[in-house]
């Protein structure tokens, strides 16, 4: 029997753009409006300045990696998104859009990196990435 962890991954596998219901669209988009604005605000606070001064110093001649919004450095894909995510908490979470948390202050800054460097669409972005084909079914990691 496939556990259901493995049923959940292949169903995001799968998912496309395009099953979205419109109200999870708009959700996804408003959820990351929101984290863009808190990343704005932040970028202008001293918090947010010394995140970014950390990172832009530490990684200094990165040719390679990911971009600092608002700042626009390179730097490497870890440091952008934790520069990325302390001035999304500098600029005061308003990333709630009527939830319970806080996905723009630790989930978008790395998912907005991913899809930098992976160059996928808006569309994708939302979906996580473009759909990969199911996976092969040849028994459990355990046993191949």
Do not use: C
């Given at each position: ?23 999870v ?20 606070t ?8 950390l ?15 608002v700042?626009?450095a ?66 459990s990691?355990?046993?191949?």
């Open positions: 029997m496939t556990s259901l962890s493995r049923q959940l991954a292949r169903w995001v596998a799968a998912l496309r753009y395009e099953d979205l219901p419109p109200a669209v708009d959700r996804a988009k408003g959820v990351t409006l929101h984290s863009l604005a808190s990343v704005l605000l932040g970028s202008r001293p918090g947010g300045r010394q995140a970014v001064k990172i832009t110093e530490e990684e200094a001649g990165v040719r390679s990696g990911a971009t600092i919004m700042d626009g390179t730097v490497t894909k870890g440091g952008a998104a934790f520069a990325n995510a302390e001035m999304a908490m500098a600029g005061g979470k308003w990333d709630t859009f009527r939830m319970l948390t806080h996905p723009g202050t630790s989930i978008l800054p790395g998912a907005v990196v991913a899809a930098e460097t992976a160059g996928v669409s808006g569309k994708d972005f939302i979906t996580g990435g473009p759909p990969s084909p199911p996976p092969r079914s040849s028994g990691p355990r046993t191949r």
